[in-house]
């Protein structure tokens, strides 16, 4: 019995106490995660779609508030970049 006992834990890589211990606060961490993520076990392909889909509007959002800092900033940066090369053109 103690060898049946010896190639169950060298299977699950420790002691089945120490290894479902371990199992169950991982188990705890990455339920956390996902629920901090949005997912729900009940409807998890559901929750996945809605996660991708969000990630993927906010990537959009992000483009299109970095879009209108750039044509923001041009307004002011294009004008007097060109007026320094005609001013430093006439040198």
């Known amino acids: 019995m103690a060898d049946g006992?010896?190639?169950?834990?060298?299977?699950?890589?420790?002691?089945p106490?120490?290894?479902l211990l371990r199992l169950v606060i991982l188990c705890l961490?990455?339920?956390?995660?996902?629920?901090?993520?949005?997912l729900d076990p009940?409807?998890?392909l559901a929750s996945l779609?809605?996660?991708v889909e969000s990630l993927f509007s906010l990537g959009f959002d992000t483009v299109e508030r970095l879009w209108r800092y750039f044509l923001l900033g041009a307004l002011i940066v294009i004008p007097l970049w060109l007026l320094s090369r005609i001013f430093r053109m006439g040198k």
């Open 17 to 19: 106490v120490s290894v």
């Open 49 to 51: 779609r809605r996660m």
């Open 5 to 15: 006992n010896s190639q169950l834990s060298r299977f699950l890589g420790g002691s």
């Open 29 to 38: 961490v990455v339920g956390v995660i996902l629920a901090a993520l949005g």
């Open 42 to 44: 009940a409807n998890l």
